[in-house]
């Protein structure tokens, strides 16, 4: 709330490893997240691989925590252009996330998606962007998908200015 998430990274790197010498699964796990989620609010992509690559997720946790974990590491490959990478887990995150809860969780996996399938050459299935639950929410998806699927560069940039704002809020006009 007070925009200073980069003043508690070192604070949760050092709580990170306190939680790994005592061996807390579960505080690994929400401490590895919040750090990706830090890294990825600054956009310090390279820092949030390293990080990644630095330690392992720990296997019995909560499977929110792993959802989420899976959708940080999804966007890390997905701006480091390792598509397929990022498109399996990205698909393992909507499936493992709760059904009947977190819909909004559901829908920001769904708009990243969209995206990593346009970046790998796939166009996304009408059927879900007929979805009720989200329909709306990606409204702009779906008309990016359509420009790319007619090959039209302008009806694209027409979608890519008139949708900007809603993209960068989903933090997806970079990959676009």
Not at 41 to 70: M, W
Request: charged share 25%; aromatic share 10%; with cysteine.
């Amino acid at each position: 709330k007070l925009d200073k998430l980069q003043d508690i990274r070192p604070t949760l790197l050092k709580l990170y490893r306190t939680s790994c010498v005592r061996r807390d699964e579960m505080g690994q796990a929400v401490l590895l997240n919040l750090l990706l989620r830090n890294y990825l609010h600054y956009n310090l992509i390279d820092g949030a691989k390293l990080l990644s690559a630095r330690t392992v997720f720990p296997e019995n946790v909560s499977n929110n925590q792993f959802c989420r974990y899976l959708f940080y590491m999804g966007r890390v490959q997905a701006v480091q252009m390792e598509y397929a990478d990022a498109y399996k887990r990205l698909m393992w995150a909507a499936r493992k996330a709760p059904q009947d809860v977190g819909i909004d969780f559901q829908i920001v996996v769904q708009k990243l998606t969209v995206i990593v399938q346009l970046l790998m050459g796939e166009i996304p299935e009408r059927s879900l962007f007929n979805q009720p639950e989200y329909r709306t929410a990606l409204a702009p998806y779906f008309e990016l998908t359509k420009a790319v699927r007619s090959g039209d560069m302008q009806a694209f940039s027409g979608v890519v200015s008139s949708c900007s704002d809603t993209f960068k809020k989903d933090q997806t006009l970079t990959l676009i």
